[in-house]
């Protein structure tokens, strides 16, 4: 007589390995974790720094100063040195910093992107200006173009982890100042409906752009009451003077309701002190001289404290994108930033590779990491940049995606609670089957608390890998970045809005 066939017993074994293959139906690592494990500056090395960055700005101040800044900060309580120099008192700063923007909603088109900055939540997105692309088809290097922005933009709308798109790339064809700054308005505003940031590059460009953002949402005022754009300014140019341009830009943008991100971007060993302290003293005491430009005219408007210290290499005095110093620079300065109580910004992810390589994998990796363990509310550059952010790259950008849901997931940190523990489910297994293979703990363990890659991470055996013809992650990433390209064309301007921006525009995107 011949044997049953076990059909229930292969049913079920069947059933657990379709179940392992799914996809989890939870994000194990979402954008938003608390953070801040991270501490490179003591208690009293905080102390130290800011004490002395207060008192570099009663003391040594600041110079070029607008003269309606002047203005206005003489009769809020600041005063001229002997050199002629603005200087802010520390109860001056102090009682500034009291009354700021503790935090704010920044907002998408879409409101399921809307994301809260301040406090410990840390969230990844882009920024830069790249010149040039590392082109998709060819892997070579090239000018940058408006249509690589408008490509770039839906990419990033594609990607899990980008939790907000700021131009990573500038359209060098695009000549005309004011064409330049509407067109790439115009790019992120049909490329995304995430949370978007831009660059302003001169004042009379903010009110036109306003009335394009009025015409996506609805109608005249309407971008004021949820602003889905900040602005990416530089109020200061290192060292210790302000920038007359980018003051006139934040002055626009106070009529308009448009969150200001700050950004002090100072080279250590030029525009600012060679040694690490000494930079974060300098770029703290820029940074609060920024906090105090907003906050004179418009107390509590909101602000992200954006202290990004860069390296140069002083053999050669080119920039760096990435390396230990600028990781630990970063980290430091959201620490700074998250102890003031202020909505950080920093940088990483700046990879100085020209290929999608090993050093680009090691180089981002440990800049994202330390960044994000700081505690870093929005940490900016943080996909797609390359060539010490001279280039964007596409497979870049996918790949970093993918390693941001590492970071994300190192973030979360460990839950201990009875459930975790498991001792139900060691009892289960102790007396049971000998193992932990298809048991309810496990399964739910795999959806709740593991990452699994998606096919750019390779984890196949030697074999399997050489069959499927033995590709590399820069080759993954290839395939990857085309298939979104090519299939994700989204539609976030009606048809109505489109045509009344373009009848009153120079809009160049075909």
Not at 18 to 38: L, Q
Not at 198 to 221: L, Q
Not at 355 to 366: F, I, R
Not at 417 to 430: D, P, Q
Request: hydrophobic share 40%.
């Amino acid at each position: 007589m011949s044997k049953p066939r076990r059909r229930s017993k292969v049913s079920a074994r069947a059933a657990m390995h379709a179940k392992r293959a799914k996809a989890p139906e939870i994000n194990p690592c979402p954008p938003g974790p608390s953070s801040g494990y991270f501490k490179p500056l003591s208690d009293n090395d905080v102390q130290q720094i800011y004490k002395n960055a207060l008192r570099i700005l009663s003391e040594i101040g600041m110079g070029d100063v607008p003269p309606a800044l002047m203005q206005q900060a003489l009769e809020k309580g600041a005063f001229k040195n002997d050199k002629d120099r603005l200087c802010y008192p520390a109860t001056m700063v102090e009682e500034t910093i009291a009354g700021a923007c503790k935090s704010f909603v920044l907002y998408g088109r879409d409101a399921k992107h809307d994301i809260e900055i301040g406090g410990d939540k840390v969230y990844f997105g882009t920024g830069g200006a790249a010149v040039q692309t590392l082109d998709i088809d060819t892997g070579a290097y090239r000018a940058a173009t408006l249509k690589d922005l408008y490509d770039f933009t839906r990419l990033a709308d594609h990607l899990t982890n980008v939790s907000w798109f700021t131009r990573c790339c500038v359209a060098t064809d695009v000549a005309d100042i004011t064409d330049l700054d509407i067109n790439t308005a115009y790019a992120l505003l049909k490329g995304t409906n995430k949370p978007v940031g831009t660059s302003f590059t001169i004042a009379s460009t903010v009110d036109p752009i306003v009335e394009m953002f009025d015409h996506a949402v609805g109608g005249t005022g309407e971008f004021a009451k949820r602003p889905f754009c900040k602005a990416h300014i530089s109020p200061i140019i290192s060292p210790l003077r302000y920038g007359e341009d980018a003051f006139e830009v934040a002055m626009a943008c106070y009529r308009h309701n448009i969150p200001l991100n700050n950004i002090i971007a100072a080279q250590s060993g030029a525009t600012a002190p060679a040694t690490i302290a000494g930079m974060l003293s300098s770029t703290l005491a820029e940074t609060l001289a920024a906090l105090m430009m907003v906050n004179v005219f418009k107390p509590g408007y909101p602000m992200i404290f954006s202290n990004w210290p860069f390296v140069i290499d002083l053999r050669s005095g080119s920039f760096c994108g990435s390396g230990g110093e600028i990781t630990l620079l970063n980290a430091a300065s959201a620490q700074l930033s998250n102890w003031l109580g202020l909505p950080s910004g920093a940088a990483s992810s700046m990879s100085d590779a020209k290929a999608v390589d090993a050093q680009m994998g090691l180089e981002k990796s440990m800049s994202s990491l330390g960044v994000g363990l700081s505690g870093c509310n929005m940490v900016y550059e943080s996909s797609g940049m390359m060539a010490s952010l001279l280039g964007a790259s596409f497979e870049a950008m996918v790949i970093d995606d993918e390693m941001l849901s590492q970071v994300y997931r190192i973030l979360r940190g460990i839950e201990v609670n009875e459930e975790t523990l498991g001792f139900a489910a060691i009892e289960e297994a102790v007396y049971g089957e000998g193992h932990f293979l298809g048991g309810q703990h496990t399964m739910d363990a795999m959806q709740r608390d593991y990452f699994w890659p998606s096919t750019l991470t390779d984890r196949q055996q030697p074999a399997a890998w050489q069959e499927d013809g033995a590709k590399n992650m820069q080759q993954r990433a290839n395939e990857k970045a085309r298939e979104i390209l090519s299939t994700h064309h989204p539609e976030y301007l009606s048809t109505q809005a489109d045509k009344a921006i373009r009848s009153q525009f120079n809009i160049l995107l075909k």
